[in-house]
């Protein structure tokens, strides 16, 4: 997908604090790889109109470090479902059948190597 195609559809996901906006792209290449892209701004009024800028001043840099964190929030935990969603198509369930099963392994706990605690008396000391 190339540039004039990706801004021509809409973002598919954004996030707003006050008057600053994440906004997450998903691209894709000819190879179907897709991958996930941010893009920041911040709204403004000029007199009655209401305009939006990508620069950002001291006062909006907290808002855009946690817009920050949660649009890789987002993309992570969307990453995780778009590759096991790919897996699974790619997959075929002989290929999964096929695979050599590993035994399952319950860990074990080792036995402490400090002394045991004595329990304390009560009363007066």
């Keep these: 997908m190339n540039t004039a195609q990706n801004a021509a559809q809409r973002p598919v996901y954004e996030i707003r604090i006050g008057l600053t906006k994440a906004a997450i792209w998903r691209n894709s290449n000819d190879q179907q790889r897709s991958w996930f892209s941010v893009s920041f ?6 007199g009655t109109e209401w305009k939006s800028t990508a620069n950002f001043g001291l006062g909006d840099l907290l808002e855009l470090a946690k817009l920050a964190d949660m649009a890789h ?19 075929t369930q002989s290929e999964l059948n096929s695979a ?7 860990p074990t706990v080792p036995p402490s190597r400090s002394a045991p ?7 007066r000391r």
């Design 41 to 46: 701004n911040r709204s403004y009024k000029s």
């Design 73 to 91: 929030s987002w993309i992570l935990e969307n990453q995780r479902e778009d590759s096991t969603a790919h897996l699974a198509e790619t997959e």
């Design 100 to 106: 050599p099963k590993l035994p399952s392994v319950t």
């Design 117 to 123: 605690m004595k329990p304390v008396p009560s009363g």
